[in-house]
Protein backbone atom coordinates (compact mmCIF):
# COMPACT_ATOMS: atom_id res chain seq x y z
CA UNK A 1 0.00 0.00 0.00
CA UNK A 2 3.09 2.71 0.17
CA UNK A 3 4.11 1.25 -3.26
CA UNK A 4 1.17 3.46 -4.57
CA UNK A 5 1.95 6.78 -6.86
CA UNK A 6 1.46 9.57 -4.69
CA UNK A 7 1.80 12.07 -7.38
CA UNK A 8 -0.10 10.47 -11.29
CA UNK A 9 0.66 13.96 -12.85
CA UNK A 10 4.58 13.50 -12.25
CA UNK A 11 4.44 9.53 -13.50
CA UNK A 12 2.56 10.66 -16.86
CA UNK A 13 5.26 13.58 -17.67
CA UNK A 14 8.09 11.02 -17.09
CA UNK A 15 6.71 8.65 -19.49
CA UNK A 16 6.17 11.26 -22.04
CA UNK A 17 9.53 12.48 -21.56
CA UNK A 18 10.37 8.65 -22.34
CA UNK A 19 8.89 9.01 -25.41
CA UNK A 20 9.61 11.80 -26.71
CA UNK A 21 13.08 11.03 -28.83
CA UNK A 22 11.44 7.99 -30.45
CA UNK A 23 8.33 10.45 -31.38
CA UNK A 24 10.77 12.94 -32.55
CA UNK A 25 12.66 10.49 -34.68
CA UNK A 26 9.85 8.72 -36.18
CA UNK A 27 8.14 12.13 -37.13
CA UNK A 28 10.97 13.62 -38.73
CA UNK A 29 12.41 10.58 -40.87
CA UNK A 30 11.37 11.09 -44.55
CA UNK A 31 11.01 8.22 -46.90
CA UNK A 32 14.12 6.68 -48.01
CA UNK A 33 15.14 7.31 -51.27
CA UNK A 34 18.17 6.39 -53.38
CA UNK A 35 19.66 6.43 -56.59
CA UNK A 36 21.71 3.72 -57.76
CA UNK A 37 25.39 5.46 -57.71
CA UNK A 38 26.31 6.63 -61.34
CA UNK A 39 29.81 4.27 -61.04
CA UNK A 40 27.64 1.38 -61.90
CA UNK A 41 26.96 0.40 -65.42
CA UNK A 42 23.42 -0.09 -66.92
CA UNK A 43 23.63 -3.42 -68.71
CA UNK A 44 20.96 -4.67 -71.39
CA UNK A 45 17.32 -5.29 -70.02
CA UNK A 46 16.44 -9.04 -69.02
CA UNK A 47 12.67 -10.23 -70.02
CA UNK A 48 10.77 -11.18 -67.45
CA UNK A 49 11.02 -15.29 -68.94
CA UNK A 50 14.30 -15.20 -68.93
CA UNK A 51 14.50 -15.01 -65.13
CA UNK A 52 11.91 -17.00 -64.45
CA UNK A 53 13.99 -19.99 -66.66
CA UNK A 54 17.29 -18.84 -64.77
CA UNK A 55 16.23 -18.82 -61.58
CA UNK A 56 13.39 -21.91 -61.94
CA UNK A 57 14.94 -24.14 -65.08
CA UNK A 58 17.70 -24.17 -63.34
CA UNK A 59 17.02 -25.38 -60.01
CA UNK A 60 14.63 -27.89 -61.83
CA UNK A 61 17.22 -29.25 -63.62
CA UNK A 62 19.51 -29.92 -61.00
CA UNK A 63 16.86 -31.69 -59.33
CA UNK A 64 16.30 -33.89 -62.04
CA UNK A 65 19.62 -34.50 -62.33
CA UNK A 66 20.64 -35.58 -59.22
CA UNK A 67 17.42 -37.96 -58.86
CA UNK A 68 18.77 -39.47 -61.83
CA UNK A 69 21.82 -39.80 -60.38
CA UNK A 70 20.54 -41.08 -57.26
CA UNK A 71 18.09 -43.65 -58.69
CA UNK A 72 20.10 -44.99 -62.14
CA UNK A 73 22.22 -47.31 -60.43
CA UNK A 74 19.59 -49.72 -58.89
CA UNK A 75 17.21 -49.23 -62.31
CA UNK A 76 20.06 -50.45 -64.03
CA UNK A 77 20.68 -53.19 -61.55
CA UNK A 78 17.31 -53.94 -61.85
CA UNK A 79 15.30 -55.50 -59.66
CA UNK A 80 17.65 -58.14 -57.68
CA UNK A 81 16.93 -61.93 -57.06
CA UNK A 82 13.09 -62.65 -57.72
CA UNK A 83 10.96 -65.23 -56.17
CA UNK A 84 11.32 -68.39 -57.47
CA UNK A 85 14.31 -67.10 -59.70
CA UNK A 86 17.39 -68.93 -60.32
CA UNK A 87 19.97 -68.16 -58.74
CA UNK A 88 22.73 -66.11 -61.31
CA UNK A 89 24.55 -63.72 -59.25
CA UNK A 90 28.17 -63.83 -57.62
CA UNK A 91 28.32 -64.71 -53.60
CA UNK A 92 27.52 -61.79 -51.50
CA UNK A 93 28.53 -61.76 -47.22
CA UNK A 94 26.32 -59.40 -45.73
CA UNK A 95 28.38 -58.60 -41.88
CA UNK A 96 31.44 -60.27 -43.32
CA UNK A 97 34.74 -58.74 -42.83
CA UNK A 98 36.56 -55.92 -44.86
CA UNK A 99 38.46 -57.99 -47.08
CA UNK A 100 35.35 -60.32 -48.04
CA UNK A 101 35.97 -64.16 -49.54
CA UNK A 102 39.88 -63.76 -49.68
CA UNK A 103 40.31 -62.37 -45.69
CA UNK A 104 38.44 -65.88 -45.28
CA UNK A 105 40.81 -66.94 -47.39
CA UNK A 106 43.74 -66.02 -45.45
CA UNK A 107 42.18 -67.57 -42.50
CA UNK A 108 44.57 -70.58 -41.72
CA UNK A 109 43.53 -74.34 -41.14
CA UNK A 110 44.69 -73.63 -37.00
CA UNK A 111 42.19 -70.37 -36.44
CA UNK A 112 39.30 -73.39 -37.51
CA UNK A 113 40.65 -75.78 -35.67
CA UNK A 114 41.32 -73.51 -32.36
CA UNK A 115 38.00 -72.73 -32.64
CA UNK A 116 36.26 -75.89 -32.83
CA UNK A 117 38.45 -77.27 -30.46
CA UNK A 118 38.62 -77.77 -27.05
CA UNK A 119 39.75 -74.18 -24.62
CA UNK A 120 42.76 -74.17 -22.92
CA UNK A 121 41.53 -72.15 -20.02
CA UNK A 122 41.61 -74.49 -17.37
CA UNK A 123 38.86 -72.62 -15.02
CA UNK A 124 36.15 -71.93 -17.74
CA UNK A 125 36.77 -75.63 -19.27
CA UNK A 126 35.11 -77.21 -16.87
CA UNK A 127 32.49 -75.21 -16.85
CA UNK A 128 32.00 -75.36 -20.55
CA UNK A 129 32.73 -78.94 -21.20
CA UNK A 130 29.36 -78.73 -22.85
CA UNK A 131 29.41 -75.81 -24.88
CA UNK A 132 31.64 -75.46 -28.18
CA UNK A 133 30.66 -74.03 -31.61
CA UNK A 134 27.25 -74.81 -32.38
CA UNK A 135 24.90 -74.92 -35.68
CA UNK A 136 23.24 -76.76 -38.05
CA UNK A 137 22.51 -77.94 -41.38
CA UNK A 138 19.87 -77.88 -43.67
CA UNK A 139 18.60 -78.36 -47.44
CA UNK A 140 15.43 -77.25 -49.63
CA UNK B 1 19.73 -57.99 -65.20
CA UNK B 2 23.04 -58.55 -65.55
CA UNK B 3 25.13 -61.02 -64.36
CA UNK B 4 26.52 -60.19 -60.89
CA UNK B 5 23.83 -58.21 -59.29
CA UNK B 6 22.59 -60.64 -56.53
CA UNK B 7 20.20 -58.66 -54.77
CA UNK B 8 18.92 -54.92 -55.80
CA UNK B 9 19.91 -52.16 -53.61
CA UNK B 10 16.46 -52.43 -51.42
CA UNK B 11 17.36 -56.22 -51.00
CA UNK B 12 20.67 -55.46 -49.41
CA UNK B 13 19.24 -53.14 -47.30
CA UNK B 14 16.71 -55.03 -46.13
CA UNK B 15 19.11 -57.79 -45.38
CA UNK B 16 20.99 -55.27 -43.36
CA UNK B 17 18.63 -53.77 -41.38
CA UNK B 18 17.48 -57.58 -40.37
CA UNK B 19 20.87 -58.27 -39.03
CA UNK B 20 21.51 -55.00 -37.23
CA UNK B 21 17.89 -55.99 -35.75
CA UNK B 22 19.41 -59.10 -34.67
CA UNK B 23 22.38 -57.19 -33.82
CA UNK B 24 20.28 -54.81 -31.31
CA UNK B 25 17.93 -57.93 -30.29
CA UNK B 26 20.84 -60.34 -28.93
CA UNK B 27 24.07 -58.65 -29.02
CA UNK B 28 25.50 -61.11 -30.91
CA UNK B 29 27.47 -60.84 -34.07
CA UNK B 30 25.66 -62.17 -37.21
CA UNK B 31 26.80 -62.50 -40.87
CA UNK B 32 24.62 -63.94 -43.72
CA UNK B 33 26.70 -65.33 -46.95
CA UNK B 34 24.94 -65.86 -50.08
CA UNK B 35 26.94 -67.78 -52.69
CA UNK B 36 28.31 -70.40 -54.13
CA UNK B 37 29.82 -72.94 -50.72
CA UNK B 38 34.04 -73.48 -52.26
CA UNK B 39 34.08 -77.38 -51.09
CA UNK B 40 31.66 -78.78 -48.82
CA UNK B 41 29.47 -76.92 -46.90
CA UNK B 42 30.17 -77.08 -43.96
CA UNK B 43 34.07 -76.50 -43.46
CA UNK B 44 33.69 -73.77 -45.72
CA UNK B 45 31.31 -72.16 -43.47
CA UNK B 46 33.18 -73.21 -40.35
CA UNK B 47 36.10 -71.25 -42.41
CA UNK B 48 34.26 -68.36 -42.94
CA UNK B 49 32.93 -68.16 -39.02
CA UNK B 50 36.96 -68.28 -37.89
CA UNK B 51 37.32 -64.84 -40.30
CA UNK B 52 35.09 -62.92 -38.62
CA UNK B 53 35.71 -60.09 -36.23
CA UNK B 54 34.64 -62.16 -32.84
CA UNK B 55 33.89 -65.63 -34.00
CA UNK B 56 32.97 -66.86 -30.55
CA UNK B 57 30.02 -64.51 -30.10
CA UNK B 58 28.85 -64.55 -33.83
CA UNK B 59 26.51 -66.61 -35.73
CA UNK B 60 26.79 -67.12 -39.20
CA UNK B 61 24.41 -68.00 -41.78
CA UNK B 62 25.24 -69.60 -45.26
CA UNK B 63 22.79 -70.11 -48.13
CA UNK B 64 23.92 -72.03 -51.39
CA UNK B 65 21.32 -70.94 -53.53
CA UNK B 66 22.26 -72.70 -56.33
CA UNK B 67 23.28 -75.82 -54.43
CA UNK B 68 19.96 -75.44 -52.07
CA UNK B 69 22.25 -75.88 -48.93
CA UNK B 70 21.91 -74.25 -45.76
CA UNK B 71 24.38 -74.02 -43.16
CA UNK B 72 24.17 -71.64 -39.31
CA UNK B 73 27.60 -71.77 -37.27
CA UNK B 74 27.29 -70.80 -34.12
CA UNK B 75 30.45 -69.52 -31.89
CA UNK B 76 30.92 -70.79 -28.24
CA UNK B 77 29.69 -67.89 -27.48
CA UNK B 78 26.58 -67.33 -29.11
CA UNK B 79 26.53 -71.26 -28.44
CA UNK B 80 25.49 -70.61 -24.96
CA UNK B 81 22.24 -68.68 -25.61
CA UNK B 82 21.60 -70.05 -28.56
CA UNK B 83 20.99 -73.61 -28.40
CA UNK B 84 20.88 -76.12 -31.83
CA UNK B 85 17.38 -77.23 -31.36
CA UNK B 86 16.59 -73.56 -31.47
CA UNK B 87 18.89 -72.72 -34.71
CA UNK B 88 17.30 -75.84 -36.12
CA UNK B 89 14.03 -73.50 -35.73
CA UNK B 90 15.45 -70.97 -37.74
CA UNK B 91 16.76 -73.52 -40.34
CA UNK B 92 13.20 -74.96 -40.77
CA UNK B 93 11.69 -71.25 -41.47
CA UNK B 94 14.55 -69.92 -43.32
CA UNK B 95 14.11 -73.65 -45.59
CA UNK B 96 10.26 -73.06 -46.39
CA UNK B 97 10.80 -69.93 -47.60
CA UNK B 98 13.79 -70.68 -49.52
CA UNK B 99 11.49 -73.72 -51.28
CA UNK B 100 8.66 -70.84 -52.17
CA UNK B 101 11.68 -68.97 -53.65
CA UNK B 102 11.71 -66.59 -51.43
CA UNK B 103 15.41 -66.14 -50.71
CA UNK B 104 15.45 -62.66 -48.78
CA UNK B 105 12.08 -62.97 -46.63
CA UNK B 106 13.91 -66.46 -45.82
CA UNK B 107 17.39 -64.51 -44.27
CA UNK B 108 15.25 -61.81 -42.70
CA UNK B 109 12.90 -63.96 -40.72
CA UNK B 110 15.60 -66.61 -40.08
CA UNK B 111 17.84 -64.25 -38.43
CA UNK B 112 15.22 -62.63 -36.81
CA UNK B 113 14.09 -65.86 -35.09
CA UNK B 114 17.49 -67.13 -34.21
CA UNK B 115 17.90 -62.88 -32.27
CA UNK B 116 14.71 -63.79 -30.45
CA UNK B 117 15.83 -67.21 -29.38
CA UNK B 118 19.12 -65.82 -28.55
CA UNK B 119 17.04 -62.98 -26.32
CA UNK B 120 15.97 -65.64 -24.08
CA UNK B 121 19.16 -67.35 -22.59
CA UNK B 122 18.39 -70.79 -21.56
CA UNK B 123 18.98 -72.21 -17.68
CA UNK B 124 21.86 -73.46 -17.40
CA UNK B 125 21.82 -74.69 -13.74
CA UNK B 126 18.54 -75.18 -12.61
CA UNK B 127 17.47 -78.76 -10.69
Known sequence: MTNRPSRPGLRRAVRALALTPALVLLGTAGTAAADAPDTWQTGPSVSGLHVILLLGGVPLALFVLITLLVYLPSMRHGDGHRPGEAWHGQSEW????????????????????????????GVRAEQDTQVGPGGTSGRW | MAAGDAFSSAQRHEIDRAIRDAETLCRL?????????????????????????????????????????????????????????????????????????????????????????????????AG
Not at chain 2, 84 to 113: K, W
Open chain 1, 94 to 121: FGGPRGGLEAADRTTRHAVTAASGPRAE
Open chain 2, 29 to 125: EFSVFVGRCEGEARPFAERLHASLVAPSRSVLVLVDPASRLLEVVTGEDAHRVLDDSAVQLAVLTMQSAFAEGDLVGGITRGVHQLAEHARRPTTRH
